[in-house]
């Protein structure tokens, strides 16, 4: 008897000790982020600064997204003041919260602290993982809560306790407030119950968590009401199904660059153990509860890449691959991999550390090996040196009070917003690009004939030595007076990565924004 105590004690101690270890990796991993992001090598992307933009205009929902990405970035600006970290760290704590998820959530499923262990810790070789958890996007709040209701309904269906069936509907409700795409969760479930799982149908329980759900999404859907439904339009603008005439060649290289990019983010150099999980797949619960989301969007995005008018957009898949490194460390451990998993695990976590150190590359060797036109983080890297360069044109202006900052690119708006804080006379001007945010708010309009000066901002896409792109007729019109171009050259990793174009107007006479019909 006395034996069985030590032996229940011994295991309870290790099972603690992977526990407290993956919990400290990834807090270690939390702050190693943390410093990264001070030391100011990437600048914001134009998403994280155009989502930054709408916590100084708090609403129940937005032209693109719902509000909790605004409600994080008011409340962490408001506590760590204004600065790239207030607003990437809630990107880093949604990476960091996901890796605890993930170890809890293997554990519950395969009662096996080594799988739980090798669960937490394949997460830091998915790409979508290291993006979500450095860059803060909508997804970095999917993610996190997609994994979250995965690992709750799990706990209701096998508990049947009412706590997880509650935290259920809280967790897809709180998702869905973060991006539609959690909504997603709801049909799939649904699949995979009448596949698997037809019991759970008639459990009273469920029905009540997705009414929690509802209830806590219901302020988007007024809102979408009271906006003419903008969200839905710009939903069916993304997907590509208000345009679907497309010759067959466009159709068949979206296609590949769906499949390609699906393996790309999915950690490629694990791709043969993906095959081998998916080949040996076993219709039982386990493996079908975290196959059958992913069949489902693949399906359903594989359809809209086809159909889509621009590239596929490989991204939005990757929420259904939060269970992967539970599917990872089972086979893992399960076929005795672990030691080729560890090197693996090696060369992954080697190659995304090195693209962190990208922006240093600067050497001839380093520019022929990576070239600036297929750097991944080019756009990244500059935007605190443009928006330096506006200000100083900005405040060399006769009047800077009575002279506002525009642009006809969202993202660029975006950037100089964040950039120029406090300065929030910076505006977007559509010249027939589809709709946006802004055009939601007071634009430059405000101005008519009010005796305002302006600047105008344009880049290239590249550093090339080009001609000044014309203004617009309806803009050149819109002011007395027109001054010449003015064109910087701005550099990254010591060769001209793109052009800044500034055009300086005097005398802002009036202007009707510009609506396309586009969404």
């Known amino acids: 008897m006395h034996n069985n105590k030590c032996v229940l004690s011994r295991d309870k101690i290790i099972s603690y000790k992977y526990f407290i ?34 916590s100084s205009h708090l609403s129940w929902s937005y032209y693109s997204k719902p509000p909790l990405i605004a ?32 170890y809890l959530f293997a554990y519950k499923v395969f009662r096996s602290q080594r799988k739980a262990f090798w669960a937490s810790m394949l997460v830091f070789v998915m790409p979508f993982y290291f993006e979500v958890s450095l860059i803060y996007s909508t997804d970095s709040i999917l993610l996190l809560f997609w994994l979250l209701s995965s690992y709750f309904y799990w706990e ?7 706590r997880y069936w509650i935290a259920l509907g809280l967790s897809i409700g709180v998702g869905s407030m973060g991006k539609y795409a959690m909504l997603f969760f709801i049909p799939i479930l649904f699949v995979y119950l009448i596949i698997y799982d037809r019991k759970q149908l008639s ?29 839905l339009k710009h939903i069916g603008g993304l997907s590509g199904i208000d345009n679907m005439s497309h010759p067959l060649s466009w159709n068949l ?70 269970p992967l490194p539970l599917l990872l460390s089972s086979y893992i451990v399960d076929h005795n991999k672990e030691k080729i998993a560890k090197i693996l695990f090696g060369i992954t976590i080697s190659l995304l550390l090195i693209v962190m150190t990208i922006p240093m590359w600067t050497s001839p060797i380093s520019k022929k090996i990576l070239p600036l036109d297929v750097d991944p983080v080019k756009k990244l890297s500059t935007w605190k040196s443009v928006a330096n360069k506006v200000d100083s044109i900005y405040n060399a202006t006769a009047n ?20 120029l ?68 050259s701005c550099n990254y990793r010591g060769e001209p990565s793109f052009n800044l174009y500034i055009y300086k107007l005097k005398g802002f006479k009036s202007i009707k924004p510009v609506s396309t019909g586009e969404y």
């Open 71 to 102: 409600f994080c970035n008011y409340i962490t600006q408001s506590l760590f003041g204004h600065s790239e970290l207030s607003v990437r760290i809630n990107a880093i704590l949604c990476g960091m919260l996901i890796g605890w998820v993930t």
């Open 203 to 231: 459990n009273k329980a469920l029905y009540i968590s997705l009414l929690i759900g509802l209830a806590i999404f219901s302020p988007v859907i007024f809102w979408n009401i009271d906006h003419q439904l903008v969200g």
């Open 400 to 419: 800077p009070q009575k002279t506002f900052i525009f642009t006809d690119d969202y993202m660029l708006t975006s950037e100089l917003l964040f950039y």
């Open 21 to 54: 270890l993956a919990l400290s990796i990834h807090a270690i991993a939390a702050i190693f982020r943390c410093l990264y992001v001070l030391s100011g090598l990437l600048s914001l992307h134009g998403d994280e600064a155009q989502y930054w933009t709408w």
């Open 421 to 488: 804080y406090p300065n929030n006379c910076i505006y977007f001007f559509n010249t027939g690009s589809r709709m946006c945010q802004y055009q939601l708010w007071k634009g430059i309009e405000q101005y008519n004939n009010k005796g305002y000066d302006a600047i105008f901002v344009d880049c290239s896409s590249s550093g090339k030595d080009e001609l000044s792109p014309p203004l617009s007729k309806n803009i050149c019109d819109a002011f007395e007076h027109v001054d010449p171009c003015l064109k910087i």
């Open 156 to 162: 209701a269906a096998e508990t049947g306790k009412w």
């Open 253 to 322: 290289l979206n296609i590949l660059n769906f499949m390609l990019g699906q393996i790309l983010i999915m950690s490629p150099l694990f791709v043969v153990f993906y095959y081998k999980i998916f080949i040996h797949h076993k219709r039982n619960k386990i493996s079908s509860y975290f196959i059958v989301p992913i069949v489902f969007i693949w399906v359903l995005f594989f359809f809209i890449s086809i159909i889509k008018t621009h590239e596929a957009n490989i991204n939005w898949t990757m929420f259904v691959y939060t």
